[in-house]
């Protein structure tokens, strides 16, 4: 019998590296699925949380923020594009544009989840490939309600979740539980409260941990 787990998937949709991770975790979960039972729960954690309403050029962002060169820049773009590819993740091939303030997709993302983790996930999906599949920019409501439409969830409810300031202070509070546990990097996966992987891991690495999870829980 499957043993039963919880995965938090601790990630922000500005983040390619989120986007491999979930996309490995995703094969990691099919394969293993004779061993484990999973629900999986996204949560908020943003990389820019000052990002202004405007957002900011990447190659600029990325010199601003990690001192990187717009050649050391290209060849880490070309690496996620080829893991990304590897498990089944098409990332644009002109990049992101623009890195955005990703709020108002957590508070969606949080609403999707109270409506049910299926719901939740294909938000997160929507949205990843909307920001890094095709370069959209997932602060604009337009793209942000394509999103909604796209995963099967009440456009018109995401509509006035925007107007206001609805899960605000839910996510604000959530983001603030995960940095107080020590989370300052995504992605994140932890498992069962207990076991942390981080880092867009290959699906081998993740279903590799979670068998021997499911093992010992079985035990």
């Given at each position: 019998?499957?043993?039963?787990?919880?995965?938090?998937?601790?990630?922000?949709?500005?983040?390619?590296?989120?986007?491999?991770?979930?996309?490995?975790?995703?094969?990691?979960?099919?394969?293993?699925?004779?061993?484990?039972?999973?629900?999986?729960?996204?949560?908020?954690?943003?990389?820019?949380?000052?990002?202004?309403?405007?957002?900011?050029?990447?190659?600029?962002?990325?010199?601003?923020?990690?001192?990187?060169?717009?050649?050391?820049?290209?060849?880490?773009?070309?690496?996620?594009?080829?893991?990304?590819?590897?498990?089944?993740?098409?990332?644009?091939?002109?990049?992101?544009?623009?890195?955005?303030?990703?709020?108002?997709?957590?508070?969606?993302?949080?609403?999707?989840?109270?409506?049910?983790?299926?719901r939740q996930f294909?938000?997160?999906?929507?949205?990843?490939?909307?920001?890094?599949?095709?370069?959209?920019?997932?602060?604009?409501?337009?793209?942000?309600?394509?999103?909604?439409?796209?995963?099967?969830?009440?456009?018109?409810?995401?509509?006035?979740?925007?107007?206001?300031?609805?899960y605000a202070a839910?996510?604000?509070?959530?983001?603030?539980?995960?940095?107080?546990?020590?989370?300052?990097?995504?992605?994140?996966v932890v498992i069962?409260?207990?076991?942390?992987?981080?880092?867009?891991?290959?699906?081998?690495?993740?279903?590799?941990?979670?068998?021997?999870?499911?093992?010992?829980?079985?035990?």
């Amino acid at each position: 019998m499957p043993t039963p787990i919880r995965i938090d998937f601790v990630s922000d949709v500005a983040c390619p590296w989120c986007a491999v991770g979930l996309a490995a975790l995703q094969q990691a979960l099919a394969h293993s699925g004779d061993a484990l039972q999973a629900t999986l729960h996204f949560q908020p954690f943003e990389l820019n949380p000052d990002m202004p309403p405007e957002g900011e050029d990447l190659s600029g962002h990325l010199t601003r923020k990690y001192g990187s060169t717009p050649a050391q820049q290209a060849q880490i773009q070309t690496a996620i594009r080829e893991r990304g590819a590897a498990v089944g993740f098409a990332f644009c091939p002109t990049g992101r544009g623009r890195i955005v303030n990703t709020f108002n997709a957590h508070r969606l993302l949080h609403w999707a989840g109270l409506e049910s983790a299926e719901r939740q996930f294909a938000l997160k999906r929507a949205l990843l490939e909307a920001y890094h599949g095709r370069g959209e920019r997932v602060d604009h409501e337009d793209v942000l309600l394509a999103a909604v439409r796209q995963a099967g969830l009440d456009e018109a409810r995401a509509r006035q979740i925007l107007a206001g300031d609805d899960y605000a202070a839910e996510v604000r509070e959530a983001e603030r539980r995960w940095l107080d546990a020590g989370i300052h990097s995504v992605p994140t996966v932890v498992i069962d409260e207990r076991h942390l992987i981080s880092g867009g891991q290959p699906p081998e690495v993740f279903e590799r941990a979670l068998r021997q999870i499911a093992a010992q829980g079985a035990g």
